[in-house]
């Protein structure tokens, strides 16, 4: 009797364990959608190396007053060093952006686009229509105008009125197209319609870049990485989603990613719902 239960145990557990096993493997085989994302991937801790020279941009917009250089600094306190150097001296490398100095280069490029003189700014279907004008001038109203406190006197003195840098047909060109197709999860606008501090920023950056002949996928490339650091909860999100659809964040096209619908407000909540929150973006459109 015992003999015969013996075998029976024998005979039944071996194939059991092999079932569970194999039961294991399959388990183990079946992808289960990733539901985080290295943030070093979308906005590195070391930072990302800009294809721009800054230069001595930053003493000329104080010197033509459109960085009042008092209410910048009372914005900031005591500055590093690095941001001395921006604010007041002739930076000869490329600028490096980093998760501490995002909202500085931020605040300097705000600037820089605002002040400078492009047709874009002047561009009558968008920031100077009529219909957005109220009480003021067509632009005046915007965050991107109204909203530059930082400014000796009002902000629309300077709104395009200096020649900061000057850009050839071609290189005009260049800033029209990537301006059309580079959004901000902060609005449903592309940067040619720069009516909030991040779209005026990014035209100040494509304003710089082309002025010093980086090549368009170099400028889709740095647009990319200068919004994941802006906005590093959005492009963490968008990283997720991407990278549940089997693309690592270092495979995308920054110019699909940089579209309407992956970096406006209404794809990007597209997006968002498609996959586990991630948080809500720190990103806000005032200095």
């Not at 009480?135 to 300077?158: R, Y």
């Not at 850009?167 to 609005?187: D, F, H, M, N």
């Not at 740095?222 to 906005?231: H, M, T």
Request: charged share 20%; proline share 6%; with cysteine.
């Amino acid at each position: 009797m015992d003999n015969t239960l013996e075998k029976i145990v024998e005979r039944f557990t071996i194939p059991a364990a092999l079932a569970a096993s194999v039961l294991l493997l399959v388990l183990l085989s079946i992808p289960v959608p990733a539901r985080s994302v290295d943030t070093g991937a979308v906005a590195p801790e070391e930072g990302v190396v800009l294809p721009i020279v800054w230069g001595d941009l930053g003493r000329q917009l104080v010197k033509v007053g459109a960085i009042d250089k008092k209410k910048f600094t009372t914005l900031y306190g005591t500055l590093t060093e690095e941001q001395k150097v921006l604010l007041e001296g002739d930076n000869p490398e490329r600028v490096r952006i980093t998760r501490e100095n995002a909202p500085y280069l931020l605040n300097l490029l705000w600037a820089l686009g605002l002040a400078n003189t492009n047709p874009i700014l002047e561009d009558r279907a968008e920031m100077m229509n009529p219909k957005y004008g109220g009480d003021g001038p067509p632009a005046g109203g915007f965050a991107s105008t109204g909203g530059w406190t930082l400014a000796s006197g009002d902000a629309m003195e300077h709104y395009g009125m200096h020649s900061l840098v000057i850009l050839t047909k071609e290189q005009q060109a260049l800033v029209e197209k990537l301006s059309r197709g580079i959004y901000r999860p902060c609005c449903g606008n592309s940067t040619h319609f720069p009516d909030c501090n991040h779209g005026m920023a990014m035209l100040g950056l494509l304003e710089l870049m082309a002025s010093q002949d980086i090549s368009e996928e170099e400028m889709w490339r740095a647009a990319l990485a200068v919004n994941s650091y802006w906005f590093p909860d959005t492009y963490r999100t968008i990283a997720l989603y991407k990278q549940q659809k089997g693309v690592a964040w270092k495979e995308v096209s920054p110019q699909e990613v940089l579209g309407k619908e992956y970096s406006s407000a209404s794809g990007f909540a597209r997006v968002a719902a498609a996959v586990a929150p991630q948080g809500k973006s720190s990103a806000s459109c005032s200095v």
